[in-house]
């Protein structure tokens, strides 16, 4: 069955970059778009951006727009997220979703990453 | 922004109880409503979509009502494997925007 299974936690330091990892099994992954949403504590979960794996396309919230961004490695069925210049506000639960076709819906998500920025 | 007003935030209920929580979008999303699953430690788990539609395996005890605006999920006889916390969200336009999640416990 399709399964996305993402990277483990990582802890960093303020100004740092983070990569998160995102790998995608039991289905043909070039034909579903993956977003990227977050859930820092106590806030809502937010939706950072998304890519289309068949072509590469993507799109940014304007919230991360500069800061993130979003890459495919289509042979490795993986999808990336790289989010810079990270601040405390950055400390998180990072998570992929895989995106029914034809429309903006989250059928299958990863299991998350664990992100803390800390000195 | 399509902002998604959730109620309750929190709710305990007993082992047979039928148990609602409501969504409501700042805009027309039609059906484009769905309502997912956490649990901690594990991935989110879609349930409905479409607003009405129960994802394939997923108990018939779960079920979803409502277009428009205003949304229903119902929770018709809670079991004790139900604990988690139960989020709604839009997908009828971008940025997808979610309500604030009801964390489910039983009494």
């Known amino acids: 069955q399709a399964q996305l299974v993402q990277s483990g936690a990582e802890l960093k330091k303020p100004g740092a970059s983070v990569k998160v990892s995102c790998k995608a099994s039991g289905y043909t992954f070039i034909n579903f778009a993956m977003h990227w949403v977050r859930q820092a504590p106590g806030q809502r979960l937010e939706w950072m951006g998304w890519?289309?794996?068949?072509?590469?396309?993507?799109e940014y919230s304007q919230k991360f727009q500069g800061r993130v961004t979003i890459t495919r490695d289509t042979p490795a069925n993986t999808a990336y997220m790289e989010l810079s210049n990270l601040g405390s506000e950055d400390t998180a639960m990072y998570f992929c979703?895989?995106?029914?076709?034809?429309?903006?819906?989250?059928?299958?998500w990863g299991q998350g990453t664990m992100v803390i920025v800390s000195s | 922004d399509i902002q998604m007003t959730q109620s309750p935030s929190s709710l305990s209920a007993s082992v047979g109880d039928r148990v609602t929580i409501t969504c409501q979008a700042s805009y027309d999303i039609r059906n484009y409503l769905s309502w997912f699953q956490r649990k901690p430690g594990k991935a989110p788990k879609l349930l409905i979509y479409?607003?009405?539609h129960l994802v394939t395996g997923v108990p018939s005890r779960f079920s979803g009502s409502g277009s428009g605006t205003d949304f229903t999920f119902t929770i018709s006889s809670l079991q004790p494997e139900d604990i988690a916390t139960y989020y709604c969200q839009q997908y009828h336009s971008l940025p997808i925007t979610f309500g604030q999640g009801t964390r489910l416990e039983i009494k």
């Open positions: 479409d607003a009405s």
């Open positions: 979703a895989r995106v029914w076709e034809a429309t903006y819906l989250p059928d299958i």
């Open positions: 890519i289309k794996a068949g072509n590469g396309d993507r």
